[in-house]
């Protein structure tokens, strides 16, 4: 991939765009990349930001629709997915994790894509007992069907990195939250577990910019968590891999609650 495609010149398609985490890297970059704009349903976003960029409704249980939606591409960064840990195999995950998982990746490869970054989930661990700390080469132990499809999802990335010469890189994204916003599962979880997957905004989107803009990696795993300071998962070579460098702790913007919690224990 060439170092130097990395600017507005450089297309991207971002399926999952209307949820949290697309919404929020598209705002944070919008100036940045040319955008292709994908999501399941209609949505909208501020006309001040999308202008320049384009909007799509995309299922991308649909093949033919990932193959349009891959056209005149040059990174793919999958977001779409059902992120629900309950979520139904047959009528939600075995479509939209599954099947679209391989749709979006055998379109990017068939229209000439040169990346797609998947966002896989720390879940693929969440079979190992809370104190086992996930490296990247650590063997995969989802513990339930969700973690399940993005461990196929990782395989895939695998699959067409090795096979078929697509550059492909899996991010394990911990526990997403937006900037200055305490999440839900924090008032009803707010224990040095939780904490642990915490995951920042502006670290996600710095962390999205290094998937996209560093050259050649054929195939990577790379760990998306803050810098907090207990991890559960390991992010010595996502750093060196692609330049991250996390600015927040969970367990410093959380102390209160942390505090309020341990003493109600």
């Known amino acids: 991939m060439d170092s130097h495609q990395t600017s507005s010149c450089t297309r991207i398609l971002l399926t999952g765009a209307a949820g949290g985490i697309g919404s929020a890297f598209f705002a944070a970059t919008s100036s940045r990349y040319t955008f292709r704009l994908a999501d399941k349903a209609p949505f909208t976003l501020p006309e001040e930001l999308v ?9 991308i249980a649909d093949p033919l629709a990932c193959q349009e939606a891959c056209r005149d591409i040059d990174i793919v960064v999958h ?10 195999f047959y009528s939600s995950l075995l479509p939209n994790n599954i099947q679209g998982v391989y749709n ?52 895939v990335a695998t699959y067409f990195a090795h096979s078929e010469g697509l550059s492909s890189i899996a991010i394990r994204i911990g526990a997403y939250t937006r900037n200055g916003v305490v999440p839900e599962w924090m008032h009803k ?58 600015q927040d702790d969970a367990f410093d913007l959380f102390e209160e609650i942390l505090q309020a919690w341990l003493q109600n224990k």
């Open 189 to 246: 979880y707010p224990d040095p577990r939780g904490l642990s997957v915490y995951l920042s905004e502006r670290d996600f989107n710095q962390l999205l910019i290094g998937c996209i803009e560093t050259p050649n990696i054929p195939f990577a795993i790379v760990h998306g968590i803050s810098d907090n300071h207990l991890k559960r998962l390991n992010i010595n070579s996502t750093r060196e891999l692609v330049g991250y460098a996390p």
């Open 79 to 88: 977001l779409a997915a059902d992120p629900s840990p309950e979520a139904d």
């Open 104 to 155: 979006i990746f055998r379109a990017a490869k068939d229209q000439g894509c040169q990346r797609v970054v998947f966002a896989s989930s720390a879940h693929v661990f969440s079979g190992y007992a809370e104190d086992i700390q996930g490296h990247t080469e650590t063997p995969v132990r989802p513990g339930n069907m969700y973690g399940v499809s993005k461990c196929f999802g990782e395989a």
């Open 51 to 59: 202008k320049e960029h384009e909007v799509i409704t995309l299922d």
